[in-house]
């Protein structure tokens, strides 16, 4: 660019590189060689870009309008997901996020990867990686763009499927799995005629995957969808439920589905800190790492999923806590299955896993 300022003019940078090059090399500079070799070059760049990584500065802004405007993809790479998956940048945020790469064997399956394939149309690699994610969401909620490569591999596993004799999709929820087949659809119609018949005006529950399905799902008009976790923080606040000061150390895990996946960070923690005090694991929120026993992954084996709990474990463990409290009955079962009472390496001072209801209980004035 500097050398051409001498053609086109140049701007507030390359006119003084430009003057610099005249007052190094002199005036004979063979600026039109330059100008056409660095055409050349530039028109070699645009040609080979549909094919490199570099794609992504032309599709990033068609993807993000399309994401926007809130069109997703059905197929991993028809349609909307061309762009999608032409707007990754491989700029490798995926590869630190995923838990599954506390096993450095398992970064072929990050998400990076299975995009790369996915524009290769590498078939096998592709349904290998597809089947082995955990469907956490970290990925997803990390990327600068907002990649959603989950719903990218829940569309491929659809797309292996697509043989039988319906419309095999999955439901929005990460880790639910649940196909949309005829069976699906008489289940969910049935609760939810069973749900507003009931008279009901709020619905509460304990599953974030439950809790995200039915508040996504279902059409559930005049009831109102809640966690546990914003029931139990609406009754505290309005009095109802009257909760005591303690002074044990308490961490909160959170579920991958009920925050990355609904958004569900504040009030957890707004009610553990008036039972306790509550410390802050090394990484969470949107960071916050998966308990390994998701129902997400199709292939996933024992000792890889071991890994991650020990991983995330010790992510929680990061200021000392005396109790690990998480609002997700998986979570709960995986974490009390991997601490074994032990986690502080103390068998006389145990680290204790509860379940935020639990917790609260524990901590409630009698009335």
Same mark, same amino acid.
């Given at each position: 660019?500097?050398?051409?300022?001498?053609?086109?003019?140049?701007?507030?940078?390359?006119?003084?590189?430009?003057?610099? %090059?005249?007052?190094? #090399?002199?005036?004979?500079?063979?600026?039109?060689?330059? %100008? %056409?070799?660095?055409?050349?070059?530039?028109? +070699?760049?645009?040609?080979?870009?549909?094919?490199?990584?570099?794609?992504?500065? /032309?599709?990033?802004?068609? %993807?993000?309008?399309?994401?926007?405007?809130?069109?997703?993809?059905?197929?991993?790479?028809?349609?909307?997901?061309?762009?999608?998956?032409?707007?990754?940048?491989?700029?490798?945020?995926?590869?630190?996020?995923?838990?599954?790469?506390?096993?450095?064997?398992?970064?072929?399956?990050?998400?990076?990867?299975?995009?790369?394939?996915?524009?290769?149309?590498?078939?096998?690699?592709?349904?290998?990686?597809?089947?082995?994610? =955990?469907?956490?969401?970290?990925?997803?909620?990390?990327?600068?763009?907002?990649?959603?490569?989950?719903? =990218?591999?829940?569309?491929?596993?659809?797309?292996?499927?697509?043989?039988?004799?319906?419309?095999?999709?999955?439901?929005?929820?990460?880790?639910?799995?649940?196909?949309?087949?005829?069976?699906?659809?008489?289940?969910?119609?049935?609760?939810?005629?069973?749900?507003?018949?009931?008279?009901?005006?709020? =619905?509460? +529950?304990?599953?974030?995957?439950?809790?995200?399905?039915?508040?996504?799902?279902? $059409? +559930?008009?005049?009831?109102?969808?809640?966690?546990?976790?914003? #029931?139990?923080?609406?009754?505290?606040?309005?009095?109802? /439920?009257?909760?005591?000061?303690?002074?044990?150390?308490?961490?909160?895990?959170?579920?991958?589905?009920?925050?990355?996946?609904?958004?569900?960070?504040?009030?957890?923690?707004?009610? /553990?800190?008036?039972?306790?005090?509550?410390?802050?694991?090394?990484?969470?929120?949107?960071?916050?790492?998966?308990?390994?026993?998701?129902?997400?992954?199709?292939?996933?084996?024992?000792?890889?999923?071991?890994?991650?709990?020990?991983?995330?474990?010790?992510? +929680?463990?990061?200021?000392?806590?005396?109790?690990?409290?998480? $609002?997700?009955?998986?979570? /709960?079962?995986?974490?009390?299955?991997?601490?074994?009472?032990?986690?502080?390496?103390?068998?006389?001072?145990?680290?204790?896993?509860?379940? #935020?209801?639990?917790?609260?209980?524990?901590?409630?004035?009698?009335?």
């Amino acid at each position: 660019e500097s050398f051409t300022a001498d053609l086109s003019g140049g701007s507030f940078l390359t006119v003084p590189v430009n003057h610099l %090059w005249h007052w190094i #090399f002199g005036d004979k500079l063979f600026f039109m060689p330059v %100008w %056409w070799a660095y055409s050349i070059c530039l028109g +070699l760049f645009f040609a080979a870009m549909p094919f490199s990584r570099y794609m992504h500065i /032309l599709t990033e802004v068609l %993807w993000i309008l399309l994401r926007n405007a809130g069109i997703q993809p059905r197929h991993p790479r028809k349609g909307v997901a061309e762009a999608e998956i032409y707007a990754c940048s491989s700029c490798g945020l995926c590869l630190d996020a995923c838990p599954m790469n506390v096993r450095k064997k398992n970064l072929k399956y990050s998400s990076v990867y299975f995009i790369r394939f996915l524009r290769r149309h590498n078939e096998k690699k592709i349904n290998a990686i597809a089947d082995k994610c =955990l469907m956490c969401d970290k990925c997803h909620a990390l990327c600068p763009v907002g990649v959603d490569a989950p719903a =990218l591999r829940r569309a491929q596993r659809a797309t292996v499927n697509n043989s039988l004799p319906y419309d095999y999709s999955y439901l929005k929820a990460a880790g639910a799995g649940m196909a949309r087949t005829e069976a699906a659809y008489e289940t969910i119609t049935a609760n939810r005629r069973m749900i507003l018949g009931s008279g009901c005006r709020t =619905l509460v +529950l304990s599953c974030p995957i439950c809790y995200k399905i039915f508040k996504d799902e279902y $059409a +559930l008009d005049g009831v109102e969808v809640l966690h546990y976790t914003q #029931f139990i923080k609406r009754l505290a606040d309005s009095g109802q /439920l009257r909760l005591s000061a303690g002074d044990e150390r308490i961490v909160y895990h959170d579920p991958c589905e009920l925050g990355r996946g609904c958004g569900v960070y504040k009030e957890p923690r707004e009610v /553990l800190t008036q039972v306790g005090t509550l410390v802050k694991a090394a990484k969470e929120g949107d960071e916050s790492v998966c308990c390994g026993g998701s129902l997400g992954s199709l292939t996933l084996d024992e000792r890889d999923r071991a890994k991650i709990t020990e991983s995330s474990v010790a992510n +929680l463990m990061a200021n000392a806590p005396r109790t690990i409290v998480t $609002a997700c009955p998986l979570c /709960l079962k995986t974490f009390s299955e991997s601490v074994g009472g032990t986690a502080s390496g103390s068998v006389e001072d145990p680290v204790k896993v509860m379940d #935020f209801a639990e917790m609260v209980a524990r901590n409630t004035e009698s009335s």
